[in-house]
């Protein structure tokens, strides 16, 4: 059965961090391309930062640029987010997802069309106050 669990989020104040994981199970992540969302109250999903095992690239909303890493550990099946210098405008819920369908696509791309994606976690609440 494919599981993707998140896990890491919380409260935290301005300028603090947070790391969120993704265990995932029931498939190799190694194989599949994988990204992390979020969305606040209100409003619409959208794609934070992707890494595509298809090219190779990675992308990042403009706005977290800098501030956020996306990493893959194969040996734990494991999706990272590292968050810094949160800001209360990085509140919402964040989802990891992965795409396990064969055609290529670029991180930005899978980002952009969130239906790209082919399974999704449950979330995970973050929210950056004082």
């Known amino acids: 059965q494919v599981q993707l669990v998140e896990s890491g989020g919380g409260l935290v104040q301005p300028g603090g961090s947070l790391r969120l994981s993704c265990k995932a199970s029931?498939?190799?992540?190694?194989?599949?391309?994988v990204g992390w969302f979020r969305q606040a109250p209100g409003k619409e999903r959208e794609g934070v930062s992707c890494?595509?095992?298809?090219?190779?690239?990675?992308y990042y909303l403009e706005s977290v640029k800098g501030r956020f890493t996306i990493s893959k550990d194969n040996d734990e099946n494991t999706v990272y987010l590292q968050m810094n210098n949160l800001k209360p405008e990085d509140t919402a819920v964040y989802y990891c997802a992965v795409r396990t369908r064969p055609q290529v696509i670029s991180g930005q791309a899978m980002c952009v069309v969130t239906s790209a994606m082919d399974y999704w976690g449950e979330g995970t609440l973050v929210t950056v106050s004082s």
């Open positions: 890494l595509s095992s298809d090219d190779g690239t990675t």
């Open positions: 029931g498939f190799a992540l190694y194989y599949y391309s």
